[in-house]
């Protein structure tokens, strides 16, 4: 009984498809025949069915199936359709007239037949193809009463294939367009009208009775993006967007799917197109070692290696819910991918030589570190202990392993550091640079500014504040960050990773800094608050260890173009390499002691730039830890 259901869901409608196409066929092909004789005297009665009629049937059904046409669904039938169905009619001209010069020599057939006949069927098969898209389309469009009315931004492609999928939902109704270009005012789009301009949607939006705004335009800039979320938020409706390219490449949205404008949409610059083709010939088939693999940076670079073409990744991660959350990812996401989860501090030389002998990494990304300002001030050991001392046991493991690249993931605090974890991180890529220069391991360092997202950071902070009412908390009115988002970060890691210097230092060309005061009114808009009428923002001062702005590049690195256009390659400083290993024994030893004051004073001295902005203080005893201010030694 099943197999009769299974029959009437599926192979009905195609047979019926198919004799509605051969119908078709005798219909052109008889048509044209009694066309041609009927302006001729004492014209041949034709039988309805011969053994000639019998042949182009037989030619034509078989070429139809050949060129794939009843892979097409009536209910989507579109240009390409169309053009399909003449290339199978002039393939099937062929192959009639192949067939019946063997049967009978071609001698009955007239010649107006043969040139008539892939033009007469390509509009019979055509037509009812168009006419039952468009019934659908219009019994789609009656839609009920409670359908949400939606108006769409943008008349582009985008647009066009928006309301196709809005339709094809049921429960929204399209009430019209809106786009700056002239050439489109007074159109239509799939039978729904250009209404306007963009900014017309305050005084439009109310005139269709729309209820939600949909913003179509994937490829917009931050700053037209912005321009068009101010029109929006002055109607006071909700809106919504579509999702870009690469979010719908990338797996991160859904085809068809409505998003909300997210704070990435409006920042200052746009996304960088990473070099897959570069990424994927350097990554494929490799085995990779990611520390830290359970952060933010950390769990996307094990999305992003497995979705290029890596055959195995370890994960090192010391928290054991990070480390179980990302490997369930992984397998679930990327089943054939080897991954390899080891529950460990990377700053432990056991774990890392366990992981380096398990796994047998070509290459190793070191993404484990304390990041967190205005705490690691006052937790110097701690900073030191895992950004600077877990760095030479991760890369000293990777050297033993013979391992082709170390990837260290440094910040842009580490120029001109001011505060601990840029110091610790400057010294974690001296380490790295001293390391190098007798390895055959290459060494690559890639520095980057804040990440929108990732743990700990703003963006969550601020959204939490908004969820909760307020008030939004800003350090200072005048301060800016460089941003970026996590997959771009490690996308950025990964373009890095596949150059071939021996070892350089590379960061991103990041634009213009966003000012975080913006930033905070903009989320508030997103969520559909007014900053200061229904959230209000409050100035706290900058925090221990901040600064104003943030420094891209160091006057004595010679910055120069990559084969990336937004990829920048430093030269990377001269240092002594026995003063680096010399003051990680010393670093090593007053950890072990906690001997916070040796540790500021080597610190001091390992990276002469850093001018520290406050003191350290240890929390637990009250005891206030001085950088002490000496002359900075070359190192």
């Not at 030389?349 to 304390?370: E, K, L, Q, T």
């Not at 360092?445 to 939004?472: M, W, Y």
């Not at 996308?491 to 230092?505: D, E, K, V, Y």
Request: glycine fraction near 8%; charge should be neutral; proline fraction near 5%.
């Amino acid at each position: 009984m099943s197999g009769w259901k299974d029959l009437a869901r599926v192979g009905f409608p195609r047979a019926a498809v198919v004799a509605h196409d051969l119908l078709m066929v005798w219909l052109a092909w008889y048509g044209l025949h009694q066309f041609r004789y009927a302006i001729q005297p004492n014209a041949p009665v034709l039988p309805y069915l011969s053994a000639e009629i019998l042949l182009v049937l037989a030619a034509q059904g078989l070429v139809f199936w050949q060129v794939g046409l009843y892979r097409g669904i009536w209910r989507f039938a579109s240009v390409p359709d169309l053009i399909n169905i003449f290339k199978a009619s002039l393939y099937g001209l062929l192959a009639v007239v192949l067939a019946l010069f063997l049967y009978n020599r071609l001698d009955p057939v007239p010649r107006s037949v043969l040139v008539l006949y892939p033009v007469v069927l390509t509009a019979l098969l055509g037509m009812p193809r168009l006419l039952y898209r468009s019934w659908k389309d219009q019994s789609l469009n009656r839609t009920d009463k409670a359908a949400l009315r939606v108006l769409i931004l943008g008349a582009g492609r985008a647009g066009e294939t928006l309301v196709r999928d809005l339709r094809r939902a049921g429960s929204y109704q399209p009430v019209g367009f809106l786009d700056d270009a002239a050439k489109l005012r007074g159109s239509q789009l799939q039978g729904v009208p250009v209404l306007g301009k963009i900014e017309d949607v305050e005084r439009i939006a109310p005139e269709t009775a729309a209820k939600l705004l949909v913003i179509a335009m994937p490829s917009l800039d931050a700053a037209a993006m912005r321009r068009v979320v101010n029109a929006c938020e002055r109607t006071g409706l909700p809106f919504r967007t579509v999702p870009r390219l690469d979010d719908l490449l990338e797996g991160r949205s859904l085809p068809g799917e409505l998003k909300e404008v997210a704070i990435e949409d409006l920042l200052g610059r746009k996304p960088v197109t990473p070099d897959w083709k570069a990424i994927r010939g350097w990554l494929g088939g490799r085995s990779v070692l990611v520390t830290g693999a359970g952060g933010s940076i950390g769990a996307e670079l094990c999305r992003q290696c497995a979705r290029h073409g890596a055959r195995q990744i370890t994960l090192v991660e010391i928290d054991e819910l990070a480390l179980t959350t990302t490997e369930a990812e992984l397998r679930r996401d990327f089943p054939q991918v080897q991954c390899v989860p080891i529950l460990g501090d990377c700053g432990d030389a056991a774990v890392m030589r366990f992981a380096m002998g398990r796994s047998s990494p070509d290459a190793v990304f070191h993404a484990a570190a304390y990041k967190q300002v205005p705490l690691l001030e006052a937790q110097l050991r701690e900073a030191i202990r895992n950004n600077v001392l877990a760095t030479e046991t991760v890369a000293a493991a990777s050297r033993e392993a013979g391992v082709g690249t170390f990837v260290l993931i440094s910040t842009d605090k580490a120029v001109d550091p001011v505060n601990v974890l840029g110091a610790t991180k400057r010294l974690a890529e001296m380490v790295c640079q001293a390391q190098a220069e007798d390895c055959a391991t290459r060494t690559v360092t890639v520095r980057f500014g804040n990440v929108l997202d990732s743990a700990g950071s703003v963006v969550p902070l601020f959204r939490e504040q908004i969820r909760s009412g307020g008030p939004v908390t800003v350090t200072d009115a005048e301060v800016t960050r460089y941003f970026m988002t996590i997959p771009e970060a490690c996308q950025l890691i990964l373009q890095a990773s596949s150059t071939g210097s021996q070892h350089a230092i590379y960061t991103l060309d990041m634009g213009e800094p966003v000012s975080i005061r913006m930033l905070a009114e903009q989320m508030i808009r997103l969520a559909g608050k007014q900053p200061e009428r229904d959230i209000a923002i409050v100035y706290t001062g900058l925090r221990a260890g901040e600064k104003l702005h943030e420094t891209l590049f160091h006057a004595d690195e010679r910055y120069r173009p990559t084969s990336h256009p937004k990829i920048l390659q430093a030269e990377a400083r001269e240092i002594v390499g026995e003063r680096i290993h010399a003051a990680n024994v010393r670093l090593r030893d007053a950890v072990a002691r906690y001997d916070l004051e040796e540790l500021a004073l080597t610190l001091r001295e390992s990276v002469p730039e850093f001018l520290p902005m406050n003191e350290v203080r240890e929390s637990n005893g009250g005891t206030v830890v001085a950088f002490p201010a000496r002359h900075a030694r070359k190192i």
